[in-house]
């Protein structure tokens, strides 16, 4: 089987950087995704790394350690609409298991 | 692109009754999931498709649901009969082999009461 690992929820201050951390079990692994979804709305998909290293899009990075069985997603600058949930997610071929997600607050 | 539509946005049904969920995924993505979103049990994969072909329904929970895609365009999830333990945000999510990255959407909130 597969097995993602999460905070639950995470809280922090307007413009600063959070970082939510994700570690996996799992075979066949071939990448770690992360999703946001907002409250009432759908998850919508931010990042991907098959590769181990730094990706960076915007405000937003993710990380991947392979060996380590290990990412992370690194939000900066933070927004009060960065306040959603964060999912990692399991590649390994099809389809993707998700991770129970950390609620993310930004507080002013 | 219109992107992943689902009908209804809300069903408030009686225990017993017959549930139809609806799913039009992006033209030319040849993977369609349906996931089940709960508080307690987080994102659960129900059924996948690929190319029209139901490849794993092991998530399916009972007998009671059901799924299936017969053209390239439409897909629905059939609960029958539903029980309140179903009330939850279903989910479809449809995705193109060589590109990662799944277009889920605005999903169904189902009430069995």
């Known amino acids: 089987g597969q097995s993602l690992e999460q905070p639950s929820e995470v809280t922090a201050v307007e413009g600063a950087i959070v970082q939510i951390n994700c570690t996996y079990q799992t075979s066949g692994f071939y990448g770690l995704s992360w999703y946001q979804q907002h409250d009432g709305g759908a998850p919508t998909f931010l990042s991907y790394n098959a590769l181990d290293g730094l990706e960076e899009t915007g405000r937003f990075s993710s990380f991947l350690s392979r060996s380590d069985s290990y990412g992370y997603l690194l939000l900066q600058e933070l927004q009060m609409k960065d306040s959603a949930s964060y999912f990692c997610?399991?590649?390994?071929?099809?389809?993707?298991?998700f991770g129970k997600g950390t609620r993310l607050s930004v507080i002013a | 692109d219109a992107g992943v539509i689902q009908s209804p946005r809300h069903e408030v049904t009686e225990m017993g009754q017959e549930v139809t969920l609806r799913c039009k995924p992006i033209?030319?993505?040849?993977?369609l999931f349906w996931y089940r979103q709960t508080m307690m049990r987080g994102l659960e994969l129900l059924i996948y498709?690929?190319?029209?072909?139901?490849?794993?329904d092991s998530g399916m929970p009972e007998d009671r649901f059901s799924a299936k895609m017969p053209n390239a365009s439409f897909s629905n999830l059939k609960i029958q009969p539903s029980e309140p333990r179903d009330s939850a945000v279903y989910f479809c999510?449809?995705?193109?082999?060589?590109?990662?990255?799944?277009?889920f959407g605005s999903g169904t909130r189902l009430t069995v009461v």
């Open positions: 999510a449809s995705s193109l082999r060589d590109l990662y990255g799944y277009t």
């Open positions: 033209s030319g993505h040849d993977y």
């Open positions: 997610a399991v590649e390994r071929n099809t389809p993707l298991v």
């Open positions: 498709f690929n190319n029209n072909v139901p490849i794993d």
